[in-house]
């Protein structure tokens, strides 16, 4: 299953791809890529405070997954978390005015980049602890099969969270209850500033479910397709009632950990090489323009969302700070 | 030589036990290892086995009694060679110790008037009736932890939940509390309600992270969509002799975190009222309770709609001289240190608190300007305990009807050792309270 990670254009499709489908990723992945630069800028500017972290470079790990969920499924993250909540339709105007701190923002202005959640969309953070979404998504999955629903829960983490005890004590009971979890390991190959070989012992991370019987594979995680079509095998692993499943998304982050990283850690060049060669944007473009898709539409997407994301930094600046009575209302509900 | 075989102590709580079944007969020869008898205790069934080698002189103490005491002699065993012709039978002179003879009474209450509509149980008792009632009316409520299902709790909290609700509703889980911790938040974000059994508080340092940064805090962090209602029950405090890493009183620790409410109750109507207006709460409730009050036997509403409200403390004696504030097994103590403060002609109010947050500052504030003096009482630690914030409270809010310094009896700050003096030093007992309340009153 391992897979090179360096390759210019996408492995021609296995299924059969409705290029409206493939539209739409490549949408979605642009509005994070805009979605993303322009909160950088944002932050530059001052309107966005404390810490922020950018997913420009993973974009194809959330949106392939994404496409192969079904309404009720629930997902859960880091606190690099924004690419995941504009893939599963949140507003990006609530999401900017949470960034920006205001009474618009998916947490009322008192979460930030870090905490956000949508129940209605079936998102359930945002956690800034690393690794703590990683039993709460097991937890997520036992209350689909608690009620019997066909759901499945997402669980994303990072390479750095994947040497948590945490997320094994979650692979544990997960395999035992036979969770239907899908524990999506986003390996940008840096935590924090801490390469994935200084900091992880054994060859491959997903290797570490096998001790707990779990069905693993490495994907691709800049290829969209390779994403997708792993993530409809875990999924529908998952839904048969068979247990957990692991994947391995090998991915790249482009930006520092957070704004105020350096990334004195790795080379220029070496950032360089993987958006030349891999960038996932630019690879399903390649694949777009060869399925025949005219310019024109493309353009069209372009201008279409950056008028989306110019609107919801618009919205996140005109927002209001959130009342002085919200400091002490959401303590406890009652 | 005939040698004693006594009543063993099985647990570090265990006082006494029920001899349920004799494994051998008088005459028996037995060898070292042997099984000899089944002990019950309030935690678990256990066999016991022969530590010597020799014949079963004599059975004193027949099967199927009740509440004998750790160290009573059971069975006389006989050494064979050294005496190999004398008569078993002769040998014991001491009465053989009938089921009837024994006398059972609560340990905690000299007398208990029972209540109108209401049954004498045990904390125990009460505990598993308020989880079986509230899963019989709400199928979303389901219990894990380590222990709680096939091994029937270690503490027996559980016992016959998984009988009766199966294992889709009584999970048992690895030891791992961060772990089930969080999967137990997540559930709980996931609509369901769980209640999280901890073998013991102490044990849940290791998921405090998920407690703390996820199950508290989230709600506010969502802009108050993501509610976590889920339970977090298990003893706290020190129970005996099992020294500094197991006996620890957390509440301060709990009651610190906004987010969270902090229950602690007493006797078996609180526990169960308070339980289930827990579990019935949309926020995340810590529920300490206490092993040594545990096998102690309290009035109890038997009706399946009974709660008591969470932030409300309740005044267990009135009294006009000096306030008691107490939670947990510390109101017992309270009420032991009212009564000898009757002969000194201090009449004391004592009030059990039954949730540490949301406080009840009006139960106390009240108190105080009944009886402008004040002493609190808890097991934990003192520095930043829930006595520190009751007394910097009342400073703030009562302090013109003070007549003497809000006085604290606590644990000693020290963790706690093993030794059992050095325990007894440690822990606070009546007699603290006794003097503590004298020396407000200006009466020692």
């Given at each position: 299953m391992k897979k090179n990670t360096a390759k210019k254009i996408l492995t021609e499709p296995k299924m059969n791809y409705d290029l409206n489908l493939l539209q739409d990723m490549y949408k979605?992945?642009?509005?994070?890529?805009?979605?993303?630069?322009?909160?950088?800028q944002l932050y530059g500017m001052g309107q966005i405070g404390g810490f922020c972290h950018l997913y420009i470079g993973q974009e194809a790990v959330v949106v392939g997954i994404q496409s192969a969920q079904i309404d009720g499924d629930s997902i859960v993250t880091s606190y690099r978390d924004h690419g995941h909540m504009l893939a599963c339709d949140m507003d990006p105007k609530g999401v900017m005015a949470e960034l920006t701190g205001r009474r618009d923002g998916y947490s009322k202005g008192k979460g930030g980049s870090m905490h956000m959640f949508s129940r209605e969309k079936g998102f359930f953070g945002g956690h800034g602890i690393v690794a703590a979404q990683v039993p709460i998504g097991a937890g997520l999955a036992f209350s689909h099969k608690y009620n019997g629903n066909k759901n499945v829960s997402i669980t994303y983490f990072g390479d750095g969270a994947a040497n948590q005890g945490q997320v094994y004590e979650s692979y544990n009971i997960a395999s035992l209850w036979k969770l239907p979890v899908v524990f999506v390991i986003e390996n940008n190959k840096y935590g924090m500033g801490t390469s994935v070989n200084r900091s992880s012992a054994g060859e491959n991370l997903s290797d570490r479910g096998k001790a707990y019987g779990i069905v693993s594979e490495i994907v691709d995680g800049m290829d969209i397709l390779a994403v997708r079509e792993a993530a409809i095998r875990a999924i529908d692993y998952c839904r048969a009632g068979k247990g957990p499943y692991i994947l391995e998304m090998k991915t790249y982050r482009y930006r520092g950990h957070s704004m105020s990283d350096p990334a004195k850690y790795r080379t220029r060049d070496e950032v360089d090489k993987i958006r030349k060669t891999s960038d996932p944007i630019e690879n399903i473009k390649s694949l777009l323009n060869k399925m025949g898709v005219e310019e024109k539409i493309l353009k069209d997407i372009d201008t279409d969302i950056k008028s989306i994301i110019a609107e919801a930094a618009k919205f996140a600046q005109d927002s209001a700070e959130p009342s002085e009575n919200e400091l002490f209302t959401d303590i406890t509900i009652n | 030589m005939t040698i004693e075989i006594l009543m063993p102590a099985l647990s570090p709580t265990m006082e006494e036990g029920t001899l349920s079944k004799w494994l051998v007969n008088e005459g028996d020869s037995i060898s070292s290892g042997?099984?000899?008898?089944?002990?019950?205790?309030?935690?678990?069934?256990?066999?016991?086995?022969?530590?010597?080698?020799g014949k079963i002189g004599q059975l004193l103490v027949a099967e199927g009694t009740e509440g004998v005491k750790v160290n009573t002699p059971i069975a006389l065993l006989v050494d064979t060679n050294e005496l190999p012709h004398t008569s078993i039978k002769n040998i014991a002179e001491?009465?053989?110790?009938?089921?009837?003879?024994?006398?059972?009474?609560p340990i905690n209450?000299?007398?208990?008037?029972?209540?109108?509509?209401s049954s004498l149980i045990t904390v125990r008792e009460a505990l598993r009736n308020a989880m079986a009632e509230e899963m019989r009316t709400d199928k979303n409520v389901f219990v894990m932890g380590e222990e709680v299902a096939e091994y029937q709790g270690a503490y027996k909290v559980t016992q016959g939940l998984l009988d009766e609700f199966g294992d889709k509703r009584v999970y048992d889980t690895p030891i791992t509390e961060h772990g089930f911790a969080g999967i137990g938040?997540?559930?709980?974000?996931?609509?369901?309600?769980?209640?999280?059994?901890?073998?013991?508080?102490?044990?849940?340092?290791?998921?405090?992270?998920?407690?703390?940064?996820?199950?508290?805090?989230?709600?506010?962090?969502?802009?108050?969509?993501m509610g976590c209602p889920i339970v977090f029950r298990g003893p706290n405090g020190a129970a005996s002799r099992v020294a500094a890493q197991h006996s620890q009183c957390y509440a301060s620790w709990y009651s610190h975190c906004p987010g969270l409410k902090v229950v602690s109750p007493w006797s078996s109507k609180d526990a169960k009222g308070l339980l289930k207006s827990a579990i019935?709460?949309?926020?995340?409730?810590?529920?300490?309770?206490?092993?040594?009050m545990y096998g102690q036997s309290f009035s109890c509403p038997n009706d399946d709609d009974f709660t008591l409200p969470i932030g409300k403390a309740n005044i267990e004696k009135d009294g006009n001289d000096v306030t008691i504030i107490a939670f947990s097994i510390m109101v017992g103590k309270s009420l032991e240190a009212a009564e000898i403060l009757k002969d000194k002609n201090i009449n004391a109010e004592v009030i059990n608190l039954r949730t540490l947050r949301p406080l009840d500052t009006d139960t106390i504030i009240e108190s105080v300007k009944k009886t402008n003096r004040v002493v609190t009482c808890e097991e934990g630690f003192p520095f930043s305990g829930i006595g520190a914030e009751i007394s910097a409270l009342i400073t703030e809010k009562a302090f013109d009807w003070l007549d003497a310094p809000v006085t604290r009896v606590t644990g000693k700050d020290v963790p706690m050792p093993y030794a059992a003096n050095l325990e007894k030093l440690a822990l606070p007992q009546v007699d603290d309270i006794v003097s503590a309340c004298a020396q407000v009153c200006y009466e020692d």
């Open positions: 979605k992945m642009l509005l994070i890529r805009r979605f993303e630069e322009k909160a950088g | 042997d099984l000899i008898a089944e002990i019950e205790t309030d935690k678990a069934t256990m066999e016991v086995e022969a530590v010597d080698d001491k009465p053989y110790l009938e089921k009837e003879e024994i006398q059972i009474k209450e000299k007398s208990i008037s029972i209540e109108a509509n938040i997540g559930a709980a974000f996931g609509n369901l309600k769980p209640i999280v059994e901890f073998m013991t508080f102490n044990f849940a340092m290791q998921a405090m992270d998920q407690i703390i940064n996820s199950a508290a805090k989230t709600l506010y962090m969502s802009g108050g969509q019935r709460d949309p926020d995340p409730v810590i529920f300490l309770e206490n092993e040594v």
